[in-house]
T-cell receptor
Framework: NAGVTQTPKFQVLKTGQSMTLQCAQD?????MSWYRQDPGMGLRLIHY???????DQGEVPNGYNVSRSTTEDFPLRLLSAAPSQTSVYFC??????????????FGPGTRLTVL | SQQGEEDPQALSIQEGENATMNCSYK?????LQWYRQNSGRGLVHLIL?????REKHSGRLRVTLDTSKKSSSLLITASRAADTASYFC????????????FGRGTSLIVHP
């Protein structure tokens, strides 16, 4: 299993540009999520999904869109990049069983810089 | 808002020593998880302890949970240079959508 994969590893954008961060997992996990990690802030949840066709907002959703058309993929779109979105982005997945928490598997991250 | 808060923010020890880091949280939880993050990498799950458990072991890791004090501790015994990493606690709230909330982490440096 490749686990959770993310592309690209690094990206530099100019203010106002849009882009999509890719995330894929091959573990047949229902739950997928996106976090951003900033120095001294820990991980903050952006969006999450509990299955294909179902998405919901996390703690910091503004400026980001997601969709979940398949179980495997959960892309994150930046609509109009801003310097405040400079961060490291992590995708994670896990089995989803209502009433249960399971360990999350994280991707290697995408380091994004917005100039 | 972040539920769990780790303490200390940074910890520096010598190889062979034990490392203890703590996590405090504010509301009732279903479980608490500890993760490790090596520099420039994603997080790796270490251990999960449920609210009805008081202690759990995994290799050189020992986790305790005190729900009356709303706190948990992670003990790494006989630390190695390879344990150098950031450690995060993630709390899962009782009820709700079972989404874990991460703290800011403890940065551990183990000197060889």
């Amino acid at each position: 299993n490749a686990g959770v994969t993310q592309t690209p590893k690094f990206q530099v954008l100019k203010t106002g540009q849009s882009m999509t961060l890719q995330c894929a997992q091959d573990m047949n996990h229902e739950y997928m999520s996106w976090y951003r990690q900033d120095p001294g802030m820990g991980l903050r949840l952006i969006h999450y999904s509990v299955g294909a066709g179902i998405t919901d907002q996390g703690e910091v959703p503004n400026g980001y869109n997601v969709s979940r058309s398949t179980t495997e993929d959960f892309p994150l779109r930046l609509l109009s990049a801003a310097p405040s979105q400079t961060s490291v982005y992590f995708c994670a997945s896990r089995l989803y069983r209502p009433g249960h928490y399971n360990e999350q598997f994280f991707g290697p991250g995408t380091r994004l810089t917005v100039l | 808002s972040q539920q769990g808060e780790e303490d200390p923010q940074a910890l520096s020890i010598q190889e062979g020593e034990n490392a203890t880091m703590n996590c405090s949280y504010k509301t009732s939880i279903n479980n608490l998880q500890w993760y490790r993050q090596n520099s420039g990498r994603g997080l790796v799950h270490l251990i999960l302890i449920r609210s009805n458990e008081r202690e759990k072991h995994s290799g050189r890791l020992r986790v305790t949970l005190d729900t009356s004090k709303k706190s948990s501790s992670l003990l790494i015994t006989a630390s190695r240079a390879a344990d150098t990493a950031s450690y995060f606690c993630a709390t899962g709230a009782s009820g709700g959508s079972y989404i874990p909330t991460f703290g800011r982490g403890t940065s551990l440096i183990v000197h060889p």
